[in-house]
């Protein structure tokens, strides 16, 4: 499976190596793509490991906003 998430704030290559970290720790997520210009998170996962929501929450646990 393959999800998008718009994340706000964002501003910097320290800011995209948090998501991504937080992101590929998650089980289950196998790829991640920042672009930083434009807030997009590309994310492949399998869905019978980890949630969107999953993924939400580990992105607004490194102090950052994702946009539904």
């Known amino acids: 499976m393959q999800t998008t998430l718009d994340v706000k704030g964002m501003t910097c290559g320290h800011c995209e190596s948090a998501v991504k970290g937080a992101l590929e720790g998650l089980d289950g997520v196998q790829a991640v793509e920042v672009n930083l210009g434009s807030g997009k998170v590309d994310v492949t996962y ?10 939400r929450e580990a992105v607004e646990d490194q102090g950052y906003d994702v946009v539904a």
């Open 46 to 55: 399998d869905d019978a490991k980890v949630t969107v929501a999953d993924m």
